[in-house]
């Protein structure tokens, strides 16, 4: 097991889980944080038991949380986002809300 630690926001969806795949087998330690809400348990069922990956259910919006994903970590891979681009067309505000609002509370912390 290495002794780096990344965290990786939005690990369960496609690319996340991908970049969680590569960083296990380069010799990482790895969260991953997500909501689940786009993102599927079927990306990182593989690491269940594994301890060179944690992942952690919750919400990047949440405050507590996005402190808490933090700790020990020496790079973070920021991916938690809304995918849906066609509500982008119809409700920018989501977007804004989604992907830039939660990135600068994340990074704010």
């Not at 991908?18 to 990482?28: A, C, N, T, Y």
């Amino acid at each position: 097991m290495g002794t780096k630690l990344a965290l990786v926001t939005g690990g369960a969806g496609f690319m996340g889980s991908h970049l969680v795949d590569r960083l296990v087998l380069e010799g990482w330690r790895v969260r991953v944080l997500d909501n689940f809400s786009s993102g599927r348990a079927e990306n990182v069922e593989r690491y269940v038991g594994d301890e060179s990956v944690e992942v952690v259910r919750s919400d990047l919006k949440d405050p507590e949380v996005a402190r808490g994903s933090v700790n020990g970590v020496e790079v973070v891979f920021h991916f938690a986002v809304n995918p849906e681009v066609r509500v982008s067309a119809t409700n920018p505000g989501v977007h804004f809300n989604e992907n830039v609002v939660t990135t600068l509370t994340y990074w704010r912390q």
